[in-house]
């Protein structure tokens, strides 16, 4: 699976931003999504996840209320609403696939395919 993240920019704090993840190649709708993030010189961070069937999903507590991931089988693309936005927030935002929804959905390590992420910036 290719895939390709945009909707980042420049926002001022309490703004809202959505990005979207488009992918292209092997089944889409058979895949986990997910977001993480990375603010520079730290490591990266898994935000938020959804099952193949968009029936789980899972956020970090730092953006629990104010993310919400969906995504459309369809048009082969997930999403993250942001709301709220913190400067904290601010990262360059990656998505990701990987096979199974289980205990490693956090981890990094446990994706195959990545986009090449969309950086958001939050103004104080």
């Known amino acids: 699976v290719q895939l390709q993240a945009s909707g980042g920019g420049l926002v001022q704090a309490g703004g809202s931003l959505r990005l979207s993840c488009a992918a292209s190649?092997?089944?889409?709708?058979?895949?986990?999504l997910s977001w993480f993030r990375q603010a520079s010189g730290k490591e990266r961070k898994f935000v938020a996840g959804?099952?193949?069937?968009?029936?789980?999903?899972t956020y970090a507590d730092s953006v629990k209320g104010r993310f919400t991931i969906s995504r459309d089988n369809a048009k082969n693309t997930v999403y993250l609403q942001m709301n709220s936005l913190k400067p904290d927030d601010t990262a360059a935002y990656y998505c990701?696939?990987?096979?199974?929804?289980?205990?490693?959905?956090?981890?990094?390590?446990?994706?195959?395919?990545w986009g090449q992420g969309t950086q958001v910036t939050v103004s104080s």
């Open positions: 990701a696939t990987k096979i199974y929804y289980d205990d490693n959905l956090s981890r990094p390590q446990a994706y195959n395919s």
């Open positions: 190649g092997r089944t889409f709708s058979g895949y986990v």
């Open positions: 959804i099952s193949s069937t968009a029936t789980r999903t």
